[in-house]
């Protein structure tokens, strides 16, 4: 597995450095760098947001899109495993999503839907094999995955109170759960708050880096600045 650093921990005191001073006080790419810059200027926290310390790994990364369990489409997790070992993938990265909490989400429910309990339970029984295929993952915490909590905050409960991802999920140890993790100098995150019809293209030229988005179902393929 690969090894991360707490970014804000690493740059303690390098707030006035330029991205050039910060990337060769890291020992990172100045790539990196920039995605550092552009996610704590974005208020990502030490916990959120993870850069990979070495430049390089020479990871075959694949991207399993938003799953929103228990609703996944039923051939997905084969299509994933087949072209995955097809493809040599060493590093597993779920786009965000995982969950899809469609009883407890702030849009209008279908009335006849499951309730939130039967929800989750489904959606861990159908995660399992993924859980099990799968073990070690980076994971970006998706709109969806975050319902929970925020619910709690707008109930105006403490999160102290609250389980983890890993708790909640039932997902093994060796998933990481965070709002945006770099690869390669890559910036992996689920795209929250990113619309239109290019929402990708338009993250990449804000952060000034090469992306990986889920989030925005109807705008999905590649696209070169």
Not at 35 to 50: I, K
């Amino acid at each position: 597995m690969r090894y991360y650093l707490d970014v804000p921990e690493a740059v303690l005191g390098l707030k006035n450095k330029t991205r050039v001073g910060i990337a060769e006080a890291l020992g990172v790419s100045v790539n990196q760098s920039r995605t550092w810059v552009y996610l704590m200027r974005n208020g990502q926290t030490d916990e959120q947001c993870r850069i990979e310390e070495s430049e390089g790994s020479g990871e075959t990364v694949g991207i399993v899109g938003d799953l929103h369990a228990p609703f996944t489409h039923p051939r997905y997790f084969d299509f994933i495993r087949e072209t995955f070992t097809r493809k040599g993938v060493t590093w597993v990265h779920f786009a965000g999503d995982i969950f899809d909490n469609h009883a407890i989400s702030y849009h209008e429910q279908v009335p006849d839907g499951l309730s939130a309990g039967p929800e989750l339970e489904q959606a861990r029984d159908m995660l399992e094999k993924w859980y099990r295929v799968f073990p070690h993952a980076s994971v970006s915490i998706g709109n969806h995955d975050a319902l929970p909590w925020r619910k709690a905050q707008t109930a105006g409960m403490s999160g102290a109170v609250l389980k983890t991802h890993r708790e909640m999920y039932g997902c093994p140890i060796g998933w990481r759960w965070e709002d945006s993790t770099v690869i390669d100098g890559v910036l992996y995150t689920h795209g929250t708050g990113n619309g239109g019809i290019h929402p990708a293209y338009n993250l990449a030229k804000k952060s000034m880096n090469s992306v990986v988005i889920g989030h925005a179902h109807s705008a999905g393929g590649v696209k070169y600045l």
